[in-house]
């Protein structure tokens, strides 16, 4: 069976050396040398400042939320996962979409400030697969009308702008470290900033408000990951550029498959250092792209509709028009792509779509 993607998994004799010390320590979670390990490898990797491991992605978000006393509206994209949105539902904001750029699928800025009114707070955008927002643009919004910004950076692990991280942008970013990405601690995520005082109050957030054994000094949760997940952590990071290296070999090898064929493949910025997280093509029509996965799972093959429905779509929101995100929500389909793909299984994969490609084409 070939998913959308695989986690990769270390050689197991290293995974067990740091069980060894575990089960020695008896430390199983609460901050323990691994977990520090960790945090200190991966902002020195990422080049960043401050940087919190956390238990999931998710939880990042609504810390930064919480962190960046947000209140009253927030201006999002509908084109991400489910995750970005239930944050801002959950820590009782109100999301407001503004439709994305067709051609990144990221956030439009020309269309963001439309939507400000007296209740916006912030600005949380995602960099959907790992391709850049257009921050100098959100940042120069964001100074204008004096709001927060905060960007989704779950997709973009390791990706560069103007040869800097990424995760430099804006107030706040935030990762997930979950079993699918590229970089993974079985389950897990991160907060990043480079604000000192921000640091400090996500710092006591993430420990139900510790400040210490016996001292509380404001509101928290229980945001920390365990030394079993910071130890997967360890194993996979020294993997993440041979990892990147082979998933850009099986794009390139992609894009060369689908030469001709009607497809439409994000524009990724050209000022980026590219992580290749994710394969996504932009089919013509819905009716294909369900096609598609109709005759790929007969092969056991299966592919994801990243982002579907548009989440505009969800119950809990008010209903908002944003054409494009529903339009392309509806023709995109995320191909097989994980360091084990063989160059045998792309071609089949290839195959499959371009038959069926020109089946309906015919139709």
């Known amino acids: 069976m070939i998913n959308v993607t695989k986690s990769y998994l270390p050689d197991l004799k290293e995974y067990e050396k740091y069980l060894t010390d575990i089960w020695e320590s008896s430390w199983l979670t609460n901050y323990g040398p691994l977990l520090i390990e960790l945090e200190r490898k991966l902002k020195e990797y990422l080049g960043v400042k401050h940087l919190f491991v956390v238990n999931n992605g998710t939880i990042a978000l609504q810390i930064a939320i919480k962190a960046l006393q947000l209140k009253g509206e927030i201006i999002t994209t509908p084109f991400s996962y489910v995750a970005t949105t239930a944050s801002i539902v959950w820590e009782n904001c109100e999301p407001v979409f503004c439709d994305i750029n067709k051609d990144s699928l990221c956030i439009d800025p020309l269309l963001i400030e439309k939507k400000i009114t007296a209740k916006t707070s912030a600005i949380l955008a995602t960099h959907v697969f790992g391709n850049a927002c257009d921050v ?36 706040v970013s935030t990762l997930s470290f979950h079993a699918t990405k590229l970089f993974h601690t079985i389950e897990g995520g991160a907060i990043i900033t480079n604000d000192d005082n921000l ?61 001709n064929l009607p497809f439409i493949r994000p524009v990724i910025n050209e000022k980026l250092k590219y992580n290749y997280a994710y394969y996504p093509i932009i089919l013509p029509t819905e009716t294909l792209v369900l096609e598609i996965i109709k005759e790929l ?19 809990y929101v008010k209903e908002q028009e944003v054409p494009i995100t529903e339009d392309i929500s509806t023709r995109i389909l995320c191909l097989p792509l994980a360091h084990n793909l063989s160059k045998t299984t792309i071609e089949k994969i290839a195959c499959i779509i371009k038959k069926k490609s020109e089946e309906c084409e015919l139709l």
């Not at 709001?147 to 942008?169: P, T």
């Not at 054994?213 to 509101?219: A, K, S």
């Not at 041979?242 to 090898?253: A, E, Q």
């Open 136 to 171: 100098e643009a959100i940042q120069n919004i964001a100074k204008k009308y004096n709001l927060k910004v905060i960007y989704d950076a779950a997709h973009a692990f390791a990706v560069k702008l103007n040869n800097q991280s990424l995760l430099n942008y804006g107030d």
């Open 297 to 315: 799972n007969l092969h056991k093959i299966f592919p994801r509709r990243y982002f579907y429905p548009s989440l505009s779509s969800l119950n």
């Open 199 to 259: 640091a400090y109050h996500i710092s006591y957030m993430c420990n139900f408000g510790h400040d210490g054994p016996e001292n509380f000094i404001g509101l928290g949760t229980n945001a920390k990951l365990s030394e079993f997940h910071a130890a997967m952590g360890l194993c996979v990071l020294p993997q993440v550029r041979n990892l990147i290296s082979i998933r850009k070999k099986i794009s390139n090898l992609y894009d060369k498959l689908f030469l």
